[in-house]
């Protein structure tokens, strides 16, 4: 706004402080010609006081014009305006201009309160900065492991492992019983002898393995315990029969007296006196390299407790008959079956059976070995 009494008269004329004709108070950045006010870029304003219908009053102390004044406050507005760098409105006359208002700056606009349905306003992406190196890539969570109930290690057993009944080298009556009952279910393919070797060992071995139990070979007490569960208590047959093998016919030569009828061909041997059958055995004979003789002889020694001095080894109950080879009973034959073979001598897997008949024969008693 002006104040009335800055000299400003409304008149197109000069001041009291010497501006030309039609300038402004002093030497200010809006000279111009003919009152006209010049912009910053050197451009003319309109000049808002040549647009006034009535002429300014020639005496400085009469009453000035009052729209002669509004004029002029107008056109100082409009110049402020240009000047401050606001964008000038369209001139009007000086009875139509609007009150003055003060240039002020525009407030940034409030942004409304987002509501509980309303979707957030999304801000403007920033521009990426200027650089060569790409973007780290944004690591993919990897799936959690699925979660598993997590099982308590099981604790090692302190209870002491089974108390063992029999094992190789074991001889007694249980070690045939047990064989009786290994064969009745299939796992003993032989007559039982009583003592426990190789073949026995394997037999047990093949019945802890279908049974899911410790496999050792061994009779412990649960393996016992186990067989006795799936087997009947064995007869006098199933624990002593005569052989393994059918007894065969006997040949001719021993259908009189006192005789040991020895067959190779269903390797049995049988005590008969004047052609009856007293006992029958298992046998078996030397190897291909030291073969059993076959023949016609005769007791000429008997030995309880004998060891062989050519091999070192026992041969209780020795009936010798041809030289150096006699009818014993063998522990490797009890053991391991026709896996093996004499030196010879015609051996015989039963020891019981053995022992009854070394008391029965005699010296001198006849001998027949055939095929």
């Not at 300038?23 to 010609?33: V, Y």
């Not at 020639?58 to 004029?71: F, Y």
């Not at 002593?240 to 005789?259: F, H, I, Q, S």
Request: aromatic share 6%; charged share 20%.
């Amino acid at each position: 706004m002006v104040d009335a009494d800055s000299g400003w008269d409304g008149r197109g004329g000069s001041s009291t402080s010497g501006a030309g004709a039609g300038g402004t108070h002093g030497a200010g950045p809006f000279q111009g010609r003919s009152g006209t006010p010049a912009l910053p870029d050197g451009r003319s304003a309109p000049a808002l006081a040549d647009r006034r219908s009535t002429p300014a009053v020639p005496d400085r102390h009469s009453t000035p014009a009052l729209p002669g004044r509004r004029v002029a406050a107008a056109s100082l507005v409009a110049l402020a305006a240009l000047a401050t760098g606001c964008e000038p409105g369209t001139a009007t006359g000086a009875q139509d201009a609007p009150p003055p208002v003060r240039a002020t700056r525009a407030a940034a606009p409030t942004a409304s309160p987002a509501t509980e349905d309303a979707k957030p306003p999304t801000a403007p992406t920033p521009s990426p900065p200027a650089s060569t190196t790409p973007p780290a890539p944004t690591p993919t969570p990897e799936p959690e492991p699925a979660r598993t109930t997590a099982r308590p290690a099981p604790e090692p057993s302190t209870a002491p492992p089974p108390r063992i009944l029999m094992r190789t080298g074991s001889e007694s009556g249980r070690v045939r019983e047990l064989q009786a009952r290994l064969r009745q279910i299939g796992h003993f393919g032989r007559n039982p002898t009583g003592y426990y070797g190789s073949v026995t060992a394997e037999s047990v071995r093949s019945f802890q393995t279908k049974r899911s139990l410790p496999v050792t070979g061994s009779t412990d007490e649960v393996t016992w315990r186990r067989l006795l569960g799936m087997t009947r208590v064995p007869t006098a047959a199933e624990l002593r029969p005569p052989t393994e093998r059918p007894v065969a016919a006997p040949d001719e030569r021993c259908l009189k007296g006192r005789v040991l009828c020895i067959s190779k061909n269903s390797r049995t041997l049988a005590w008969m006196i004047d052609g009856t059958v007293v006992s029958a055995m298992d046998v078996r004979f030397g190897s291909e390299y030291t073969p059993t003789r076959e023949g016609v002889f005769e007791v000429f020694w008997k030995s309880r407790d004998h060891v062989s001095t050519l091999y070192d080894t026992p041969m209780p109950y020795a009936l010798f008959f041809s030289g150096g080879q006699a009818v014993h009973y063998s522990a490797d034959f009890a053991a391991n079956g026709y896996g093996g073979a004499s030196h010879g001598c015609v051996n015989v897997r039963d020891k019981k059976k053995v022992a009854a008949l070394f008391d029965q024969v005699r010296t001198g008693d006849k001998v027949v070995v055939y095929w």
